[in-house]
């Protein structure tokens, strides 16, 4: 399971961004994606997870500001970034944060390990 993520760049406070992100491999399920940020000198922080059954959860610091959508059949998240501020400044990294269900090979693997991108840079200037 590879995620790829992509979407980030630069933005002025205020302004809006969309990140998307597309799993690939041969992919049965992935109950949980979201999206976790890392801030530069900052542990890596969660920010929105949607289930294929559509809870949601948004982390406070982003909650009535970003969107979290999915296609499920498109193996596909994405983030809707509005009312961007500089503290939003980060590398966002899409995640299957409770693992997958995939094929390999003959085998069908269920897999609770995290699955993360590689990452995509959202800076939001002042």
């Known amino acids: 399971v590879q995620l790829q993520a992509s979407g980030g760049g630069l933005v002025q406070a205020g302004g809006s961004l969309r990140l998307s992100c597309v799993a690939s491999g041969v992919i049965f399920n992935i109950d949980v994606m979201g999206w976790y940020r890392q801030a530069p000198g900052k542990q890596r922080e969660f920010v929105t997870s949607?289930?294929?059954?559509?809870?949601?959860k948004y982390a406070d610091s982003v909650n009535g500001r970003f969107t979290i959508s999915r296609d499920n059949a498109k193996k596909s998240v994405y983030l809707q970034m509005n009312s961007l501020k500089p503290e939003d400044t980060a590398v966002y990294y899409c995640a299957a944060p409770k693992g997958a269900t995939y094929g390999q090979g003959d085998t069908v693997i269920a897999d609770g390990e995290p699955k993360w991108g590689q990452g995509t840079l959202v800076t939001v200037s002042s």
């Open positions: 949607m289930s294929s059954g559509g809870i949601i």
